[in-house]
């Protein structure tokens, strides 16, 4: 979703949760989170379900020197992920928790893991961690010389990955947010930052009476048009380019920020909000979906530090978006929790 993306990164690291009894070299170890991801960059999963089952076989099939492949799956073996038969063909079998990393599991975590996929990659950027927390400012350029989306836009299959990942993850958004707002009073909805269109095309499938822009990246742009087609409202929904830094499409009832503000620091957040505002003028509504945790303030702090180092952005509660708001000349008339997501609504104040 351009910049809704970033929340569906998702909050999965890919191994266990660490929890209060682990020590600090456990919780600091960096062995076992970077052979589970070079499992998911081969797809070994996936070759040991389609019978490729011992070391010299998946080397040949990952293009893999075989005694070295042959070390990362000893450790996956210790740590829970694969078993060896026992017998003298010393093949390798996926446990239940090994069933994570293949390509159709529901969770997609491979996905997430390759280091070859815009989320993946991102995720590397954590050894820069500390030029973030020294300076507030990105640590993505500081590893791959030019910020996230630049970088995003200079791989086309890059990108292709990462808005069909952004897809399945704006599904289960729309879900939780369909019911729990009376989306058709708008009349017409611009989802800025809107991405492909999947969160766009939900909510004008749910509401026949509606219709939508998507306001988004050129490249960005033309997938959400053909998102729209494919779901047959076409007819309703459009999509147009531009910089939501500057004019948005007017005097539509509603304009959608879904996981669009996490990814920005205050500064370059208010001035997107005020954006809205100045398209919505005083009969529109600006409507912010977040995942403002219970209660609103209880934010996840593994994503709150994935903001941080993919883009300098931050996750916030409800009361900060509110003093965000209030910056840009709006206020919060109100809240519609939706589990671990919120909507929440500003008008002009």
């Not at 099939?61 to 042959?70: F, I, K, Q, V």
């Not at 350029?141 to 990942?165: I, N």
């Amino acid at each position: 979703m351009g910049a809704a993306a970033s929340e569906h990164l998702g909050d999965a690291s890919g191994v266990p949760v660490a929890g209060a009894s682990r020590s600090a070299a456990e919780l600091a170890d960096l062995v076992t989170p970077m052979a589970v991801r070079t499992a998911a960059t081969l797809r070994l999963a996936d070759r040991v379900a389609d019978g490729i089952r011992t070391a010299a076989t998946l080397a040949d099939a990952t293009g893999s020197d075989p005694g070295a492949l042959e070390q990362l799956l000893c450790h996956l073996v210790s740590v829970g992920l694969f078993r060896q038969t026992g017998d003298a063909s010393s093949a390798y079998e996926l446990t239940v928790a090994g069933e994570e990393l293949r390509d159709g599991h529901p969770g997609g975590l491979r996905r997430m893991l390759d280091t070859g996929t815009a989320i993946g990659r991102a995720d590397l950027a954590f050894v820069e961690l500390s030029h973030s927390v020294r300076t507030g400012a990105a640590a993505f350029p500081e590893r791959y010389g030019q910020g996230f989306w630049a970088d995003l836009r200079a791989d086309p299959a890059r990108t292709a990955d990462y808005d069909a990942q952004m897809a399945v993850d704006v599904t289960s958004w729309a879900e939780a947010v369909l019911p729990v707002y009376d989306w058709a009073t708008l009349g017409r909805l611009v989802d800025v930052g809107g991405g492909n269109g999947t969160m766009l095309a939900a909510l004008l499938g749910a509401h026949p009476g509606l219709r939508g822009t998507v306001f988004d990246q050129p490249e960005t742009v033309r997938a959400a048009r053909a998102t729209l087609a494919a779901a047959g409202v076409a007819d309703r929904g459009d999509a147009v380019s531009g910089d939501f830094f500057g004019e948005l499409p007017s005097g539509a009832g509603g304009y959608l920020l879904c996981a669009v503000l996490h990814d920005w620091d205050d500064e370059s957040a208010v001035a997107i909000l005020r954006s809205c505002a100045r398209a919505a003028g005083r009969t529109g509504k600006v409507l912010v979906v977040e995942k403002f945790g219970t209660g609103g303030e209880a934010v996840s702090t593994a994503m709150d530090l994935r903001m941080l180092v993919y883009f300098g952005g931050r996750e916030r509660g409800v009361t900060d978006l509110t003093a965000l708001a209030g910056r840009a000349g709006l206020e919060v008339s109100g809240v519609r929790p939706a589990g671990r997501l919120a909507v929440v609504e500003l008008t002009v104040s």
